[in-house]
């Protein structure tokens, strides 16, 4: 990439110095109106706040603010910026709330700031265990809000409650044994009075969940297998005993559509990872897409991206709803790029399989057949000597959000084209540890692969167009209401395109890894876009002097 480098003028910096650390502390309450499930439901309505983690129920991580548009993006300046304090990684997309924060920071912390001045409020410090199981980072990627209450998922497979006024905690509810390998590290999501949370531990042969609680008590509502028993029928698709193992995990936020009240929640790998003959049949519902009745979390229907996965193709992306017109019809869709190389459109209402193309570099199918379903390549299992894949087992692309366009009629998505060896071994279950018969390893250095932002258009699957970007990037996607669509790579540029032809238009060095989403919201009138840039949150906007 060809970058414009912007020169900081560091005495226009405020850096918030957050508070010392405790349980709960502060320097003041932080003040904002309940957040009402009414105001979900309408929270495109309300584009100065980002009120959830994918900003509304239909996960767009689209804004209509359009203050800041592509006529004057370049003119962006650095307002303030907060330290969070653990060198872990840094995955967090921050909720604004009526001029409030509220980050998460790794592993399970989470702390209030003034939206205009990074001031700290106050700051919750989850106390964590010495034995803890985790794959893939010590992560934890945001909160859900209802009322005055904010909920976190945590490390060690707690789900606690906490007041935003003060961060006094309210009530904590063990979701899982973490010792069995069970993590959480994923922002909730509050349908109606439920707050819906999902499970991490596919790597250690967890059986996969998707479950609800109350709001006010932390009380179990549902909980959803994502592994069908023996009672079912569906069980069958799990050789002998290998479904108590199977994995099927449930670790990023899904989505919800209220005239449905369907709950769509994506599903990780089957276990163990690579020894795909440990587990013979489609596993079902690893990898796959659920829809699941929002009052009772019964299923309504699935979709499975990669039956039998031997590959680590976790469909764990976040599902994009649109109405949007196909071929002549409008209908209520689904709009997912996969883990596995390829782009879906499907119907949210019946799970209907409408259209389906590459959109990264893969060589294990030939394509999809007429109901989505994968046409393999012989000879792409993987072997004890190593068998040459694309995608990698990150993916074409993974957990990091997607963004559409309803001006454009787009979705954005972070997309890579590599490829790894991918060998298996035999591996017995042991309770707590990895399970993974096998690994992988990419045969070049990570930067001979190309990554791009991709536009696609969902009625076609076609690539309306691309910016490429070397190497592999990590950030997620926002688009708004400026024609702007906003990402990083990972030399921590962060930049900004504009949304119909993809001509880059801003960029900015903030010198650090990307694992995050930027979000943006508006106070007194003035909006601004965030970015997390390796252990910092960055905030930016016009100058309005």
């Known amino acids: 990439m060809t970058y414009t480098r912007l020169v900081l003028c560091l005495t226009l910096i405020a850096v918030a110095d957050p508070v010392v650390a405790q349980s709960t502390s502060g320097e003041g309450e932080a003040i904002f109106s ?22 509304t129920l239909d996960s767009q991580r689209f804004s209509r603010l359009d203050q800041i548009d592509t006529g004057n993006v370049a003119e ?11 060198l872990d990684r840094a995955e967090t997309t921050p909720l604004v709330v009526d001029g409030i924060m509220f980050i998460t920071e790794s592993p399970s912390n989470l702390v209030a700031v003034d939206a205009v001045t990074g001031r700290p409020f106050w700051r919750y410090d989850h106390p964590l265990p010495d034995d803890l199981r985790v794959c893939c980072g010590r992560n934890n990627r ?10 976190m998922s945590t490390l060690d497979a707690h789900l606690v409650a906490i007041d935003g006024r003060s961060g006094s905690l309210l009530w904590n509810r063990e979701v899982a044994d973490h010792r ?7 922002a909730p999501l509050i349908v109606k009075d439920h707050v819906v949370t999902g499970i991490a531990g596919g790597e ?9 609680y109350d709001a006010d008590t932390g009380e179990l509502q549902w909980r959803t297998d994502t592994i069908p028993g023996p009672d079912h029928p569906d069980n069958r698709s799990w050789a002998g005993d290998s479904w108590r193992t199977g994995g099927a995990p449930t670790w990023i936020t899904g989505s919800y559509d209220p005239e449905l009240n369907l709950v769509y929640w994506g599903t990780g790998n089957p276990g163990p990872d690579w020894n795909g003959a440990a587990r013979a049949g489609d596993n079902l519902y690893a990898d796959s897409v659920l829809a699941l009745d929002g009052d009772t979390g019964e299923m309504s229907w699935y979709f499975q991206f990669t039956p039998h996965d031997e590959h680590d193709w976790d469909a764990i992306q976040v599902p994009v709803l649109a109405d949007i017109e196909l071929d002549g019809e409008a209908r209520k869709a689904m709009l997912w790029a996969n883990r596995n ?42 072997s004890t000597e190593g068998t040459l894949v694309a995608p990698i087992a990150g993916g074409g692309t993974n957990w990091w959000s997607p963004a559409f366009s309803p001006r454009t009629g787009l979705l954005y998505v972070n997309s890579f084209d590599g490829e790894a060896l991918f060998f298996s071994r035999e591996q017995d279950y042991d309770e707590g540890n990895t399970f993974t018969g096998g690994g992988t390893e990419t045969p070049l250095p990570i930067d001979n692969y190309q990554s791009s932002i991709r536009a696609i258009d969902p009625t076609t699957g076609d690539i309306a167009w691309e910016f490429p970007i070397t190497p592999r990037s990590r950030a997620g996607v926002l688009a708004t209401g400026g024609d702007l669509v906003f990402s990083a790579d990972p030399d921590g540029y962060f930049f900004a395109l504009d949304a119909r032809s993809g001509e880059p238009l801003w960029n900015i060095a903030l010198g650090g890894p990307v694992n995050a989403q930027p979000m943006t919201y508006a106070v007194n009138g003035q909006q601004y876009v965030t970015m997390t840039v390796g252990n910092t949150v960055y905030t930016f906007g016009l100058d309005q002097d």
């Open 341 to 382: 190389g390829f782009y879906y459109t499907l119907d949210r209402e019946t799970g209907e399989f409408l259209l389906g193309k590459a959109f990264a570099k893969q060589t294990w199918a030939e394509g999809l057949d007429s109901n989505g379903r994968p046409i393999r390549r012989p000879g792409t299992s993987p």
């Open 142 to 151: 945001g909160v859900a809000i209802l009322g005055e209450t904010l909920f």
């Open 34 to 55: 309940p957040v009402t499930w009414e105001r979900l439901l309408n929270a495109a309505d309300e584009p100065h706040n980002w009120l959830m983690y994918n900003g």
């Open 76 to 86: 962006l300046e650095l307002k303030w910026a907060h330290n969070i304090r653990q």
């Open 204 to 212: 250690y042969g967890i059986r996969g969940f998707l479950d609800a």
């Open 180 to 186: 069995s390998g069970y993590s959480k590290t994923a």
